[in-house]
């Protein structure tokens, strides 16, 4: 195997196969990348059984400056592989195998030795179909990940919930989240012939958005019984798919609400942010919101018994219903707000100081809803 390439485009493609890459894996071979070159191009592989990634560099492309003399593969250790590439002085590099699955990599006056290893041994990627495919624009599947990846849970102990939930079906696309404690749910008009339900890693869809760069337009999405397969640019991204039931989650949003308030997310967002100045130094970082509808006024109160208090008078669009007083997790109102972006009004929606309350937007109310157990403090 040996050929020569562009050095700013392989390592365009190694930092997104990067991320599939443990170094605490139980298997050794997986904490390397595995070059697979054939006459039409280069395949970059990265896995940790969790999820694989995979980058084509083809040698059509001009830009890529592929040269290939022979192909063949190989497996080279991850970590230091990339530090090389990344370090060496050329524009271009040489990549050659030689004996007992030796590398040779030059480039300018620089020349490295490092050890790989036979790539017949690399775990096989796994089989799934593609000729039914979901197609999203990737602005908008990036939005869905987002809104709804903030609420998965971080404990094993419920491994379901440590994933989104996807419902598909010929009505649309629902994606749930939720830690028991909050949860996030979106709705868009991605239709299906047939009905999926399905729970991708919150940690898988997040290292997904991460990979993939802004001049992607559109991203395809295909399921099979255990892995889900996200392709974009010359890039496939497989992912696990959690096993077990995701609870059902519509019968925890109130249908009903006794007190409405309307606000500007990035208002709101600012006053909370300094309402949990203090709370975050107290044991139980819980911040206070008290809305009474006679005087028109809603005043947020953060406490730390060690250092002090904060009170805020809340600037609002519209007020109606009862008068109320509910704490709750100042980190989890941020990561909701946030959630909305930028110059959004939002309407807070309340039944009572013990029963969880939610976020959505003024218009679309229908597709997006946030909501957020509150804590009881008496």
Do not use: C, W
Not at 158 to 185: K, M, Y
Not at 270 to 286: D, F, I, T
Not at 307 to 316: A, I, K, M, P
């Amino acid at each position: 195997m040996k050929f020569s390439i562009d050095r700013s485009k392989f390592v365009n493609q190694t930092n997104n196969v990067q991320r599939a890459i443990s170094t605490k894996t139980t298997i050794p071979i997986l904490t390397g990348m595995k070059l697979d070159l054939s006459d039409s191009g280069l395949t970059i592989t990265g896995s940790n059984s969790d999820i694989s990634i995979t980058s084509f560099i083809s040698k059509e492309d001009t830009d890529n400056d592929l040269r290939i003399e022979s192909t063949g593969s190989i497996v080279l250790p991850a970590r230091f592989f990339n530090e090389i590439i990344k370090k060496l002085p050329g524009d271009n590099f040489d990549l050659e195998v030689l004996s007992n699955n030796q590398t040779l990599i030059s480039s300018g006056v620089s020349e490295f030795t490092i050890n790989g290893l036979d790539a017949s041994n690399y775990p096989h990627l796994p089989e799934v179909e593609t000729s039914n495919q979901l197609v999203f624009p990737t602005d908008l599947f990036k939005e869905v990940v987002n809104q709804t990846v903030i609420a998965v849970s971080n404990q094993e102990s419920r491994p379901v919930l440590t994933g989104v939930n996807f419902l598909i079906s010929s009505e649309g696309l629902v994606s749930v989240a939720t830690d028991s404690h909050r949860l996030s749910q979106r709705r868009i008009d991605i239709t299906s012939d047939e009905d999926y339900n399905l729970i991708i890693p919150g940690k898988s869809l997040t290292e997904l958005v991460r990979t993939i760069n802004d001049s992607v337009k559109e991203i395809s999405m295909s399921i099979s019984e255990n892995q889900v397969l996200f392709s974009f640019d010359n890039v496939m991204f497989y992912s696990r798919l959690l096993d077990g039931r995701y609870p059902e989650t519509d019968r925890l949003i109130p249908a009903d609400s006794n007190t409405k308030i309307t606000f500007d997310t990035t208002k709101l967002l600012g006053s909370v942010e300094r309402a949990s100045l203090l709370s975050h130094e107290s044991r139980n970082n819980v911040i206070k919101l008290e809305i009474k509808t006679a005087e028109k006024k809603a005043i947020l109160y953060g406490n730390s018994p060690e250092v002090g208090t904060v009170e805020e008078v809340l600037d609002f669009e519209n007020l109606e219903g009862d008068d109320l007083e509910i704490s709750f997790n100042p980190d989890y109102l941020k990561d909701a707000l946030r959630s909305f972006g930028g110059n959004t009004n939002i309407e807070m929606s309340f039944t009572s100081p013990l029963h969880p309350f939610t976020l959505r937007p003024v218009e679309n109310k229908d597709d997006f809803v946030q909501l957020i157990t509150p804590v009881r403090t008496f």
